[in-house]
């Protein structure tokens, strides 16, 4: 936790130093009848964020805080893989989006979520993956009239276009 | 005494029965709306705007004040059930809302939130009825200098009185900043922070893509990690008695509910503030006055209690510029006053005398739309209870579900989706590390507020940042905002020097 830390606040700070210089793209200065350049506001904000980042490693040098002192693992072996295979399979959810749309992504998901991750069974998992994008359908494409992607299944979809739009 | 005759009027117009059965119809629409993480009532409104064509104004605007209602009862749902903010009235909620929830009394949050909305909405609704042209006319007495001190308050009560990391906290507050100040340069027009030239950032980002990827995403990825999969969700058994002490609870809890309730509408009234600001405030006000400020953001109902008052009555007083001055409090009321255009009705002073039917016609709705909010909402307790009762690992996967399309619905662009991913696994990682989220999800709402008000007072007063200490509102607020950010310091000083004493004796 404590290599975490020190290891996190390089990094903002770093992101902060990026924030600042992609800031001045824009005016950070006064500009005659216009008050604040358009750069000024991040710029400041992220000269800030620098500052607390630097706080931040101080306070790690100094052991002043309960993570600069932690012995702990930041990820044990257990948390390294639930995020893989949790954080992974959101991933490849919004991925498969691209390809096959809302209603083409989501049964997946829920077939691997629940039967693979959940170890539930077919007659929960099947019941679930299917109700679920009928619906999302009915809810956001039909009732909100928020067309979500479709992907290439678009075709398949004309039919229900025509009877609900 | 001539109020209430208008009043009495009012109501024979918002209890006839095409109008009451539109207020139902209305509020129970708003609350599944504002239940769904990615919607919220600026949705309701707008998409079933051109429904209301078919029925006269009077009515028509009644149907829509109550999915408005509804939608606000409905934000606290998905708040407390999911952990998601439903909408950005409903980011303060969730600060207690879920940990009740992990506690096992989801039902006392929901009845607390409930039954604050209730008397937030009839706090609002009677000062509306009372001092509907009076309010309006000091509200415009706020300026963009007192804005923008309205802001540093809200900013300042997180660093003062969060209890967190202070250099941490003010870290959280500014990227969050930084995020809302993407896009497009208001004031020159010319694209800002626009990352590696990627087109999608051209829009800005859209508050809700932090928030639900550090509420839902983040959220579901620590709790899987902290729990090892398996989080120990108390089962509720809901039964009359449990409810009536639940009830009995959330009455005694009479301060914050006054709080959200007041503070709530005052902010709502104020254009372009509204009910996320107010709520916040409220939740941070709350705190700073309650007996236990600790147990604050750990499951204190007065958390729920404070945000939810404050959002309800935020959204009447959001109403009051709306109708006396035809200057909308929120956008959800922008959408409303370009509908009344639309019905032939003209906005602004002489609507109480012109259009009085429907003025009081639709104040007399805001009566019956409250009733039957909290009525439905309580009713619908044991159904949202039920998702609760459901096994982890099927709960999750249909948050992750929920939190793709509530990403993707506000812009219906997939960079958003993208970029909520890449948010929530930031923030799994940051909280880890206890980075407060909070003042980030925050910081992105008030941030499209905070920046033009800053600016346009610095371009007023000719770069003397002084203007915010010498008004007769923005001073003390500010002063009072400089006080909260130095609290923290003044602490550890007096701890060091209480440390440094018990080492001398």
Redesign the interface.
């Known amino acids: 936790?404590r290599r975490?830390?020190l290891v996190?606040a390089v990094v903002?700070a770093a992101f902060s130093i990026y924030?600042m210089w992609?800031?001045t793209?824009?005016n950070i200065g006064?500009v005659e009848?216009?008050?604040?350049?358009?750069?000024a506001?991040?710029f400041w904000?992220?000269a800030?964020?620098l500052?607390?980042?630097i706080?931040?490693i101080v306070?790690w040098v100094r052991k002043a805080?309960?993570?600069s002192r932690s012995v702990e693992q930041?990820?044990d072996a257990?948390?390294i893989r639930?995020?893989v295979l949790?954080?992974g399979s959101?991933?490849a959810?919004?991925a498969m989006?691209?390809f096959i749309g809302?209603y083409g992504?989501?049964p997946v998901?829920?077939l691997f979520?629940?039967r693979v991750?959940?170890?539930?069974t077919w007659r929960?998992t099947v019941p679930?993956a299917v109700s679920?994008p009928v619906v999302?359908f009915f809810?956001?494409d039909v009732a909100?009239?928020?067309?979500?992607?479709k992907g290439y299944l678009e075709p398949l979809f004309y039919p229900l276009y025509d009877i609900f739009l | 005494m001539e109020i209430i005759q208008h009043l009495l009027d009012g109501f024979l117009i918002a209890f006839e029965p095409l109008n009451l059965g539109l207020v139902v119809v209305g509020v129970t629409v708003g609350l599944f709306?504002g239940a769904?993480p990615g919607?919220g009532s600026v949705?309701g409104v707008a998409?079933l705007l051109p429904l209301t064509f078919l029925v006269p104004p009077t009515s028509a605007i009644i149907f829509l004040a109550a999915i408005y209602y509804g939608a606000m009862y409905g934000g606290a749902i998905s708040s407390v059930m999911l952990g998601i903010p439903g909408a950005s009235t409903a980011v303060a909620t969730t600060f207690d809302g879920r940990p009740l929830a992990l506690k096992g009394l989801a039902d006392k949050a929901l009845i607390g939130a409930a039954m604050a909305s209730f008397f937030g909405g009839t706090i609002s609704i009677v000062l509306f009825t009372g001092f509907a042209p009076a309010l309006a006319s000091v509200a415009l007495d706020f300026g963009d200098q007192e804005i923008f001190a309205l802001m540093l308050l809200a900013f300042a009560t997180f660093v003062g009185l969060g209890g967190d990391?202070?250099?941490?906290t003010?870290?959280s507050i500014?990227?969050g900043?930084?995020f809302s100040?993407v896009g497009m340069?208001i004031?020159?027009g010319?694209p800002?922070?626009v990352?590696f030239d990627i087109t999608g950032f051209l829009h800005g980002i859209n508050f809700l893509v932090l928030a639900i990827g550090v509420y839902g995403?983040g959220e579901?990825?620590w709790t899987?990690?902290s729990t090892?999969?398996n989080p120990s969700m108390s089962k509720v058994k809901i039964s009359m008695e449990r409810t009536v002490s639940h009830m009995k609870e959330v009455v005694l809890e009479w301060k914050p509910a006054w709080i959200g309730s007041l503070l709530g509408f005052f902010v709502g009234i104020l254009p372009a503030a509204g009910a996320t600001p107010g709520s916040l405030m409220a939740y941070g006000i709350s705190k700073m006055t309650s007996k236990n400020p600790d147990g604050y953001g750990k499951g204190e109902v007065g958390g729920v209690i404070a945000p939810e008052a404050a959002n309800n009555s935020a959204s009447t007083g959001a109403m009051l510029p709306m109708l006396t001055l035809g200057i909308p409090g929120s956008p959800t009321t922008a959408i409303l006053l370009g509908g009344m255009v639309i019905w032939g009705l003209v906005p602004g002073p002489l609507m109480f005398i012109e259009q009085s039917d429907f003025v009081w016609g639709l104040t007399a709705s805001l009566y019956a739309a409250n009733f039957f909010a909290v009525v439905i909402n309580i009713l619908f307790i044991p159904v949202f209870l039920w998702v609760l009762k459901m096994?982890f690992?099927?709960l999750?996967?249909?948050i992750?579900?929920l939190c793709?399309?509530g990403g993707?619905?506000p812009t219906?662009d997939?960079h958003d989706?993208?970029l909520m991913?890449i948010f929530?696994?930031g923030a799994?990682?940051?909280r880890?590390?206890?980075y407060p989220l909070a003042p980030a999800v925050l910081a992105i709402v008030l941030g499209p507020i905070a920046?033009p008000a800053?600016?346009?007072s610095?371009?007023i007063s000719g770069?003397d940042a002084t203007v915010f200490f010498t008004r007769p509102i923005a001073g003390p607020i500010t002063v009072i905002a400089l006080i909260l950010l130095v609290l923290p310091l003044v602490q550890v000083v007096r701890k060091k020097m209480k440390q440094s004493k018990q080492v001398e004796a």
């Open positions: 936790m975490a830390e996190t903002l924030l992609k800031s793209e824009l006064w009848y216009e008050g604040p350049g358009g750069g506001w991040p904000l992220a800030v964020m500052v607390c980042n706080w931040t306070n805080t309960p993570q930041f990820m257990h948390a639930m995020f949790v954080g959101v991933v959810l919004v989006v691209h809302v992504a989501v998901f829920l979520y629940l991750l959940g170890r539930h929960l679930v679920a999302i809810f956001f909100m009239r928020i067309v979500l992607p | 709306i769904m919607l949705n998409i990391d202070i250099p941490k003010i870290f500014c990227i900043l930084v100040a340069d004031i020159s010319t800002r922070l990352f995403i579901m990825l899987i990690d090892r999969g096994p690992t099927i999750a996967p249909i992750f579900v793709l399309v993707y619905a219906e997939m989706v993208w991913v929530g696994f799994y990682l940051l880890k590390l206890d920046e800053l600016r346009q610095l371009i770069g």
